[in-house]
């Protein structure tokens, strides 16, 4: 008895809510009227109930991407302020073509029925039943004048370089870092590539700390470059475009550009591909016709005697180029010009990280 009489004063209370039925309002906040193509427009709507209001359910999420423009989710909140429910929705809207814009938007407000309260309390399991009535809440529409500035980054950024010294011995990498630091959609900044003649260059993806604020994207865009030669060599100026807010007009940052000293190693390219023996070899092949068939034998050996003492050669010259190397890294770069093919096995055990000190890889090599 006590137990049905609990049941039916918990219906009676919900009953109650369900009759004096909440009411609700929906208010639109945006930051800006006009605006120019693919530039932040933060906007909120928010939704405030005359009570805590816990029949209703809000179903909202406009965020999406196509050709006309881009919402992107930055918070969504549910709070109760002075005994009101209130719901907030804050996005970033990004539109893409110019001239006037209208966005009307849609919110589903579902809320319990009287039904479902009392099978939830009376325990109906069998009853057949609309959980929620849905209303289809048509909101205030968002209107812009968007100028179309033609250019897809737009905002407010700074480009600056980190470089190694100007100044570095033949085979040693060069390292440079491109960094762009500001406000916009800093995604949509092309990767940078450089083809310089003579110079092997290593590139790496670019690497993003970005956030979304009422400003649209802010954050740091970097990528890092290491660029190996024997001989001097110029690193050309990188540049980005784009429209600057702040001014109202396309700016172009640049950086410097960079003139890299190479200073020669020990070794000459002489030595390293052996063209003295090669000229002694050639002067021999001019008498070989006249006394082939009396030291064809003797030929053969020193020809033999020869390529030995050009491998050992090449090896001390290897030797002598990687004493003072201090990284892994900085080995296998060197490794991959002097011969990929024949320190492939090493080089594919230092990419994957086989070797754990540079020293190693020196005793392998040199013994």
Known sequence: MKKNLGRVLILFFLLSAVLQASTYTWNLELNKKNVVTNEAVYFKYECVFSDK???????????????????????????????????????????????KFSLNLEAKMKKTNKDSIENTVLGRDNAVYEEYSIKKEQLQAIELNVEDVNKTIVGNFSLQTKQSEQKLTAYEPYHLEIIVQG?????????????IKGVKVFTEEPQLEVKLTKEGYKGIWSQKFAFVSQNDFVIPKVSLEYFDINEHNVKILNSEQLEITV??????????????????FSFKIEYLYYLLTFIAGFLVAKIKIKRDKKEGKKESHLCEKISQIKSLKEL??????EDEKRYKEIIEKIETNQFKDVSEVKKLICG
């Not at 406000?183 to 083809?195: H, N, R, S, T």
């Not at 200073?263 to 002694?280: G, I, N, P, R």
């Open 332 to 337: 296998n770069v060197v490794l991959v010009l």
């Open 263 to 280: 200073k020669k190693a020990a070794f000459t390219k002489s030595e390293l591909l052996d063209e003295v023996d090669e000229k002694k």
């Open 183 to 195: 406000e916009g959609d800093l995604y949509k900044i092309k990767p940078y590539e450089f083809m």
């Open 53 to 99: 209001s816990e029949l209703y359910v809000i179903e909202f999420n406009p965020v999406t991407e196509n050709e006309q423009y881009a919402i992107k989710l930055l918070s969504e909140q549910e709070n109760i302020v002075d005994n009101h429910r209130v719901n907030s929705f804050e996005f970033v809207l990004y539109v893409k073509k110019g001239g």
